[in-house]
């Protein structure tokens, strides 16, 4: 499958998502865009795919929590204690680049699921075939970030897949 | 080391091993963004490029090449002397 974020055939309301994708990465300080920021991107709309993440508590804040716990974790894991936030204070980067989580999560998403549907049925479902591309993956930030705020990722999938 | 047998289900995302990988994930996160703000808190000291590259153990070249456009947005007056 050709690579997604250079499909110029991309839904434009998906495109508008990754476009907030972006700027989730920077907000963040971080140097890629990444499977999580486009979760975050979602789980700010009142789509499908959004109010499907409210359901399961997955609103943008509940979101920014469990990456937040994830990343603790992760760092206790290792012995070290989170940094506070105050040091860690930098002029983002403006251009961060395409991570490869975030492009394994368009290539895992089934955008032809949809075929038979009309052209605007298709553009509203478009986000939520990503949302599942982005719960698909088994390892990594995202399932490990909902496995801790304890989010049943197969439940979520079988209520996107219901559409 | 034999390796295991593959199995069909996948790893505990949460387990021993998935921890300590994720452990390096947000390592180097952190190791990015700390980096990002000391060079900028140095800079804005009044330190040259030489002299943070030097601190970070890396060249001159590498830093800036890393940090220039950011900074120079951010309005910050960086150093030409011993640039």
Redesign the interface.
């Known amino acids: 499958m050709p690579d997604r974020l250079e499909d110029h055939a991309l839904d434009p309301t998906l495109k508008e998502v990754i476009i907030r994708a972006i700027d989730e990465a920077i907000d963040r300080?971080?140097?890629s865009v990444e499977a999580e920021h486009l979760l975050l991107a979602i789980s700010a709309g009142h789509d499908l795919a959004g109010g499907a993440l409210a359901e399961f508590g997955l609103d943008h804040d509940g979101v920014d929590a469990a990456l937040r716990g994830?990343?603790e974790?992760?760092?206790r894991?290792?012995g070290?204690e989170p940094?506070a936030e105050e040091?860690?204070?930098?002029?983002?980067?403006?251009r961060p680049v395409w991570g490869s989580t975030v492009r394994e999560a368009l290539r895992r998403a089934d955008f032809t699921a949809h075929r038979g549907r009309r052209r605007v049925e298709r553009e509203r479902l478009a986000v939520a075939d990503a949302l599942v591309g982005i719960l698909r993956a088994?390892?990594?930030?995202v399932?490990?970030a909902l496995?801790?705020a304890g989010v049943d990722r197969t439940a979520l999938i079988t209520r996107l897949e219901q559409h | 080391m034999t390796p295991p047998p593959p199995t069909q289900q996948p790893p505990d995302p949460t387990g021993a091993e998935a921890d300590d990988l994720a452990a390096v994930v947000a390592l180097r996160e952190l190791a990015d963004r700390l980096e990002d703000a000391a060079v900028e808190r140095a800079m804005r000291a009044g330190w040259s490029w030489a002299q943070a590259a030097e601190a970070l153990g890396v060249t001159r070249q590498a830093v800036h090449k890393k940090h220039h456009r950011r900074l120079e947005a951010a309005g910050i007056e960086l150093r030409r002397r011993n640039a």
């Open positions: 300080g971080a140097s994830e990343r974790r992760s760092l894991a290792a070290i940094v040091r860690l204070v930098a002029t983002r980067k403006s088994d390892l990594g930030t399932p490990r496995a801790y």
